[in-house]
């Protein structure tokens, strides 16, 4: 038995609960938190686990490959329905190298009027451009807040590289979904 300390300084007789790990039976709590036992149940904790885990996949994936397509839709319509602007530069900072001893290049911020609407966005690049010059710019119609330039609309290409990722986790999960099936199937038997 151990004494527990009470509220005004004296003691009362309490249970032991220490006990060796050897005396306890698997089925018994490993320890007790205010009255309250804890258990663990492997099998329903690994259940658990593979869930959160396929889920984890196909969440991911399905992001990826949504990610995917939108990207090549940004391509396309760029490519075939670019509108041009003209963006004022407002500032450009100069971005430093790995070692902090020369420079890396450049990152602008322009300004541009579409259908009425003034932007301000970052311009593709590492050119330097002095503050207030005009620079051409191109937009997609469909989203005025993407800013491109024409030579990097030029470089673009839709790719399908971008679903190869976000495909194989959907098809990961799928493989390890159809598994623990079969081998439900076959525990069942």
């Not at 300084?9 to 006990?19: E, L, Q, S, V």
């Not at 036992?37 to 991911?60: F, P, S, W, Y």
């Not at 932007?119 to 710019?137: C, K």
């Amino acid at each position: 038995m151990t004494d527990t300390t009470g509220e005004h300084g004296g003691t009362a007789p309490g249970p032991d609960t220490r006990g060796d790990a050897a005396d306890r039976s698997p089925d018994q709590p490993v320890g007790t938190l205010r009255g309250a036992g804890v258990g663990i149940d492997a099998a329903t904790a690994g259940r658990i686990g593979i869930v959160v885990l396929l889920v984890a996949l196909v969440v991911v994936g399905m992001f990826l490959l949504f990610a995917g397509v939108r990207k090549n839709a940004q391509v396309d319509e760029l490519r075939s329905g670019g509108v041009p602007v003209q963006v004022t530069i407002s500032h450009c900072l100069g971005l430093m190298g790995g070692t902090g001893s020369s420079p890396a290049g450049y990152e602008c911020v322009g300004g541009y009027t579409f259908r009425g609407v003034h932007y301000v966005e970052g311009v593709p690049g590492s050119t330097y451009y002095p503050d207030l010059a005009v620079v051409a710019g191109v937009v997609p119609p469909g989203d005025p807040g993407l800013l491109s330039t024409p030579a990097t609309v030029a470089s673009l290409r839709p790719s399908d590289t971008l679903y190869v990722v976000g495909a194989a986790l959907l098809l990961l999960a799928a493989g390890i979904a159809v598994w623990l099936v079969f081998r439900r199937r076959r525990a069942g038997a």
